[in-house]
């Protein structure tokens, strides 16, 4: 396994007790006269590689290794692959080694980049992207490529300004196609001055398309308005699908579009507002009002409800699979006199948008979790199979109703003896268990319970589970919200009720 603590990147073995037992760390390694430290994992037909990076003041060198994984785990057959013209950043203040999903724009501000976005691979597996680019420097942002087969020979490289200044701009989402083109979901602030934040027409959000060997860069405006989250996924004949949601922000209907970025319709107006009819849109509805009197009633169209897509995935007969779930930032929990403010993640909602861009049907999937430990516990593990789609999160026990009695604890000893104390007030108490529910084609519950339960303090994180070879257990990793952690294998075929 390819573990990241206290900074360091590291090959893990975990025994039968599903302790680690054994590790690879991936700093200050020597090889060919230069040190090297990892970046990320890719696992290419079952076997685990490593990125790793030698960093210089104003470039960098990318070299890959495989994980010898019979035994003690190696790394061996290292060799350099690229060398970018741009320095490596790997931050700690801003970098992350995945992507937490939800992503919202305008409120992750601090995370500009996500290490297992540095090498991803294309839909087909047969070629592979290593990309870096810069921050905060003066002028349009520049963006380095490295296209690799799949021995991770470059085919071709090179770097390229993008068409929007680089301290005003933050790229989301980095993805390959088949036929070799690179598109980059960016959001872009286009005023001048913060103080005019408030103005929705400062704030952009932009698709931007690398072709023909990465010569020539197309861009297109998506979108000119307060974007809350958004995701997107290749679809054929260069096309590209994309889901949008605006939030709690503006009240308006979320939507996925499908066009050809390279259309030469396309206008330099927002493609939201376009009625070009190369582009296809379905609307996507609010729901999953937290407020109890509204769980039952379907929301308005222009309700301010925070859904936010978490992804959008190319699915059976040339549809698409939509998840999206509540997540509300600020969400206020009473302590006793005092208000606590918290993250809320609530309903799941899974959609499947069919090839004549209509709804076929929608899933609602309850739940109600808070957490103060980091946006990684707010995802949803997703998981699309040949007839059947799997959602693992997290939950909080008896849901809503103990979140909101969280804040005040029983009374300690001294007040049950009649000493006139009042309640003993703490932090709102936070707890999980991992639920899991799986669909079929149609959209049907096929299962649905817990899969693993959070003992002594520990919370299962969605980000991290790994399917095993099986295809019904998995591998989770649980935190304590601090250093300890554990590992633990759940086979959904048995899971509780």
Known sequence: MY???GGVHKVIKLNSELVPSDEVPLQ??????????????LVVEGTMHCLLVSQGKK??????????ARGAPALGRLRRIASSELAHSADPAYTLASR???????SNKGLLFAQQERIIAAADAQHFLLSNYS???KGAKRFWFAYLDKEFTVLWSGVKELPYADSKSRIHQIQLTNDGSIQLLSYVFGCASEEQMRDKLCHELHLTTLSERG??????LIDKDFVSTARMCPRDSGKVSMAIRYGALTGQPGLVLTFDPKDPKLKSTPVVDQRVPSIYKTKLMAYGSIEAADQKKTPSRTAKVPDEIVTILPAWNNGLLVVETFLDEGFQVPMDGAIA??????DIRTSLVGANDTVLWQQVTPRAFMTTAGRDYEGVYVELGPDRITLMYDHTPRGLDAILKSGIQAPDAEASEGKG????????VEAGVLKAVTLDPSGAVVTAGTALLGNEGMIPCPSSIIQARSGTSYLVKSFDRNTSYRYSLTDLSKMAE
């Open 100 to 106: 937490p999903l939800p992503d919202p724009i305008l």
């Open 215 to 220: 010569n020539a860069v197309n861009d297109v």
């Open 135 to 137: 921050v905060n420097d």
């Open 421 to 428: 104390k009042k309640a003993k007030v703490a932090e709102p």
């Open 3 to 5: 573990v990241v603590e």
């Open 59 to 68: 470039t960098a060198d990318y070299a890959i290794g495989v994980v010898e």
């Open 28 to 41: 200050a390694v020597a090889f060919d006269g230069a040190t090297w430290t990892g970046v990320a994992p």
């Open 341 to 346: 403010m918290r993250r809320l993640s609530g």
